[in-house]
């Protein structure tokens, strides 16, 4: 064989292992599966904050009238989104591969 086939003959066979290793790592990539946080989500969320404002509202308006409520409303809403928080990454730190 001359020169210049033994290169193409040489460019070939690389071509085709690059192209077989590129096939053999995606499918490998393919097949592992995602799971979706239970804990995360925005209905789960509005829920846990909607009802961290009602209570903090509720307890704001029996001790402190109207404006009270208002304070604890926006109290109970931030204890909501701290909650929500911590749930999404206590699930996390459990569900770690």
């Known amino acids: 064989m001359n020169a210049t086939k033994m290169r193409r003959l040489i460019c070939l066979v690389l ?3 690059v192209l077989m290793l ?21 209905k789960k969320a509005a829920k846990r904050i909607g009802v961290g404002a009602a209570i903090g509202g509720a307890a704001g308006g029996l001790i402190g009238g109207k404006k009270g409520a208002v304070i604890g409303a926006g109290a109970g809403a931030a204890g909501g989104t701290a909650y ?3 749930k999404k990454r206590q699930y996390r730190r459990r569900h770690r591969r």
């Open 15 to 17: 071509a085709t292992c």
């Open 22 to 42: 590129t096939f053999a790592i995606s499918t490998d990539a393919a097949q592992r599966r995602r799971h979706r946080n239970p804990e995360a989500g925005k």
């Open 84 to 86: 929500h928080v911590h």
